[in-house]
């Protein structure tokens, strides 16, 4: 009854991942260190199954459940639990640390871009939605931008991205020289607008200028968000990186080295 009472206290999704993972760690400590007991274990153990598992590129939340299950094995048997120390305890926090630290995004270049626009017909549905997506990457890229500048996370925080009366044209003899972004809302803005200014290069087959210029002439509402759907409502965020994600598999790159933040590195 003791025993059914103590397993009765973890779900059986738990003790199932609690079995492999001791598994793992029985497995690693019979490949590396032969002869050496699993049960009970020592922390220094303990310290190089931490270190192995994330030169394996654990995440540290990953690891930390590696390391309960070991904790929880060595408890329940009445065992001195080899991970309560001190020492263990700071190698966990420091995979947080250095795992946090290492900024695997790369950036979207020029000719990165070139592909991804191109490759827009072949993966998005639709003409209004491809000449909207170049748009938004062509500001995105040209502008430094973020993803939550151009596109709404909540239906709350419609107000914080572009606004179409945020745009302005400027025009000699009647062409549009360049064009005029005022920044509302971005981070460290402390309330005080800014503006960028981009120079028309009908050459240029990413100009921002022509890209906004075409996007607006299938929908140029006055008021509201920049970037708008057919329907009229607002881009998401959500759209937009699954967008991407979609192009950039088409295109045969990486999504966890890509991402919409890859516009401003």
Do not use: W
Request: aromatic fraction near 12%; charge should be positive; hydrophobic fraction near 40%.
């Amino acid at each position: 009854m003791t025993d059914k009472l103590v397993s009765a206290s973890l779900s059986a999704a738990t003790q199932s991942s609690y079995n492999r993972m001791l598994s793992v760690y029985s497995n690693f400590c019979q490949k590396y260190f032969p002869g050496v007991n699993v049960l009970p274990s020592t922390h220094v153990m303990v310290a190089h199954f931490i270190s192995h598992l994330f030169i394996q590129n654990y995440q540290p939340s990953t690891i930390a459940s590696y390391i309960s299950a070991i904790s929880f094995m060595h408890k329940i048997k009445f065992l001195q639990d080899p991970t309560d120390t001190f020492f263990i305890k700071k190698m966990l926090k420091g995979t947080k640390q250095l795992r946090h630290s290492v900024d695997t995004r790369l950036p979207i270049t020029y000719d990165i871009l070139v592909k991804l626009v191109k490759a827009l017909p072949k993966v998005i549905v639709g003409i209004y939605n491809q000449v909207l997506l170049k748009a938004m990457m062509s500001t995105a890229y040209f502008c430094f931008l973020r993803i939550g500048e151009i596109a709404v996370k909540t239906e709350s925080e419609i107000y914080r991205v572009i606004q179409r009366e945020d745009i302005k044209f400027e025009r000699v003899n009647g062409h549009v020289s360049n064009m005029t972004i005022t920044m509302k809302f971005y981070n460290h803005s402390n309330l005080q607008s800014r503006t960028l200014e981009i120079s028309r290069h009908p050459e240029n087959y990413l100009c921002p200028v022509k890209a906004i210029e075409e996007y607006l002439r299938l929908h140029n509402c006055p008021h509201g968000p920049l970037f708008r759907f057919k329907c009229g409502k607002p881009v998401s965020g959500f759209y937009f990186n699954s967008s991407l994600k979609s192009l950039l598999n088409f295109v045969g790159l990486d999504t966890y080295f890509y991402k919409g933040h890859s516009f401003r590195i």
